[in-house]
């Protein structure tokens, strides 16, 4: 009996979840959009590219903290936080709550940057149509395989380092919370 209303307090717990996931997902990608808007309107070519290289690293380094800290062992950030060390408590937090932490950064982040970024290769899409007399199909493709590769290579590449390094991953997250949450 006591199992079914723990599976079932969770159940609801996942509800409430996915419910402000949701609207977090749509306040993120409303703030990103504007940004991305405001920032490419009337923007020339160097802009908007360091706009596009902006949103792919972004992904690439929320797809990092998510892969390390579903990899990450909590003992060191326990030995940390005993020693007051900071940002330790805020990566027990993170791993605490990994499966959402790891939602959050991968799926949230990393698809809100993904979608972003294909808007703002239309933008530069559109530029080098302007400037170049290379067709508009064979442009956007090359555009639009070269924004993917840096985004997939980008995101191996720190697929990597998070596993191999997802303690140091984990702990600067967490100092970096610190920071923004206490100020020192």
Excluded: Y
Aim: charged share 15%.
């Amino acid at each position: 009996m006591a199992k079914k209303q723990k599976r079932k307090g969770s159940g609801v717990s996942r509800a409430g979840w996915v419910i402000r996931i949701f609207f977090i997902s749509v306040a993120i990608s409303a703030v990103l959009s504007l940004f991305s808007s405001v920032a490419l309107e009337g923007a020339d070519f160097f802009p908007a590219l360091a706009v596009l290289l902006s949103f792919v690293l972004l992904g690439i380094v929320f797809d990092v903290i998510g892969v390390a800290v579903t990899a990450a062992d909590p003992r060191p950030f326990h030995s940390m936080a005993s020693h007051r060390e900071k940002g330790a408590e805020e990566a027990l937090f993170l791993l605490r709550n990994s499966d959402k932490v790891s939602n959050f950064c991968n799926d949230v982040v990393g698809d809100i940057c993904g979608i972003v970024s294909g808007t703002t290769a239309a933008v530069i899409v559109a530029h080098l149509q302007r400037s170049l007399t290379v067709s508009s199909v064979l442009l956007s493709i090359f555009v639009t395989a070269l924004i993917s590769g840096l985004t997939i290579g980008g995101k191996a590449i720190g697929k990597n380092i998070a596993i191999d390094c997802c303690t140091a991953v984990v702990f600067r997250a967490g100092r970096i919370m610190h920071f923004f949450r206490r100020g020192k």
